[in-house]
């Protein structure tokens, strides 16, 4: 058997409690990616196709409907994330953070982030203690960023 990577993208619409399923356009061929939320796109990095390993970004618009690859992967000279999948990504305001994964070759403990206004990369630097390299884990938000405008009240723990 051989191994199978899906590059199929579909939106799944509720209407009249029925799901329907709707197949968008296709965008890279990929396993052990990361996708995030970002305004109106959906923002991919990284991951393998079975052959080679990835540190490009691409974005998908879905008020158009298309793919457009934001940023290659250090093929501009600048600094980047060596390829790597099955790292963990969250999204913090208009940027991408990325920690750890791996490839054939290494597993990795680095932290980097992404402007997606302006499509550059910046390793983070780790204060106290890190965890080691690592690849097939998860990373998530506990506290929504707050929208522009919009105040979050402090909470603080009671007492009971």
């Given at each position: 058997s051989t191994n199978k990577h899906a590059d199929e993208l579909l939106a799944l619409t509720f209407e009249t409690n029925r799901a329907t399923v709707v197949r968008l356009p296709s965008g890279p061929?990929?396993?052990?990616?990361?996708?995030?939320?970002?305004?109106e796109h959906l923002v991919v990095?990284?991951?393998?196709?079975?052959?080679?390993?990835?540190?490009?970004?691409?974005?998908?618009?879905?008020?158009a409907n298309r793919w457009l690859r934001k940023h290659k992967g250090g093929d501009d000279g600048?600094?980047?994330?060596?390829?790597?999948?099955?790292?963990?990504?969250?999204?913090k305001n208009d940027a991408i953070i990325v920690f750890g994964g791996g490839n054939r070759d290494i597993e990795f403990a680095d932290c980097w982030e992404l402007n997606l206004t302006t499509c550059?990369?910046?390793?983070?630097?780790?204060?106290?203690?890190?965890?080691?390299?690592?690849?097939?884990?998860t990373a998530c938000?506990?506290?929504?960023s707050p929208s522009p405008g919009r105040q979050v009240p402090a909470t603080t723990p009671h007492e009971e």
């Amino acid at each position: 058997s051989t191994n199978k990577h899906a590059d199929e993208l579909l939106a799944l619409t509720f209407e009249t409690n029925r799901a329907t399923v709707v197949r968008l356009p296709s965008g890279p061929c990929r396993q052990g990616h990361t996708m995030v939320v970002w305004k109106e796109h959906l923002v991919v990095f990284g991951g393998t196709d079975g052959k080679d390993y990835h540190n490009d970004c691409w974005l998908f618009d879905t008020k158009a409907n298309r793919w457009l690859r934001k940023h290659k992967g250090g093929d501009d000279g600048s600094a980047a994330p060596l390829p790597r999948a099955y790292h963990s990504s969250i999204l913090k305001n208009d940027a991408i953070i990325v920690f750890g994964g791996g490839n054939r070759d290494i597993e990795f403990a680095d932290c980097w982030e992404l402007n997606l206004t302006t499509c550059q990369w910046k390793r983070l630097q780790m204060h106290g203690p890190c965890p080691r390299p690592r690849k097939g884990h998860t990373a998530c938000i506990n506290k929504p960023s707050p929208s522009p405008g919009r105040q979050v009240p402090a909470t603080t723990p009671h007492e009971e």
